[in-house]
């Protein structure tokens, strides 16, 4: 049950970004962390709404967290300035010999950081699994993202 999972959540005191935002200050530097619910394409629901989410952001480095990577050019790219956009879902299909999955035939960005421009995207194939309680070469992982005062609003 996703609300009691949401609930449990916000009683832990962690903040739920559903098609919201939360603006993190240092000094006078700001950045706006943006999260959109899943916006997938079939057979997945699309209940993201980047411009309700993206209210009140304009002129600030945002990070995006859009669950599915195919969100990034299916609506970002083209709809938004967001600079990062952090997504995972494809957890290389759980499977990545000598560094192939057959997740790239299905996912055009589906694991690792993608630049378009002055745009990026990393995608990260994460610790669990789906369906089949394993992983073969598809190591778990977690992503230490730095982020750097730069000139301009820019990935590089």
Known sequence: NVDSLIARENRMGWC??????????????????????????????????LPKALQGTDGMFKVLLSHDPTHWRRKVLPDTSVQLTLSGHTH?????????SVSKFIYPEHRGLYLEGNRGLYVNIGLGYVLF????????????????????????
Not at 23 to 48: C, H, L, M
Not at 92 to 100: N, P, R, V
Not at 147 to 152: F, H, I, S, T
């Open 16 to 49: 739920m970004l559903q098609n919201d935002h939360r603006i993190i200050y240092k000094g006078t530097d700001s950045i706006a962390v943006v999260g959109v619910e899943n916006s997938g394409k079939p057979p997945f629901p699309d209940r993201g709404d």
């Open 92 to 100: 290389d299909m759980q499977i990545s010999l000598f560094g192939f």
């Open 133 to 156: 309680p394993m992983r073969l070469g598809a190591w778990p992982e977690i992503t230490v993202l730095t982020l750097k005062k730069g000139n301009n609003k820019s990935i590089q």
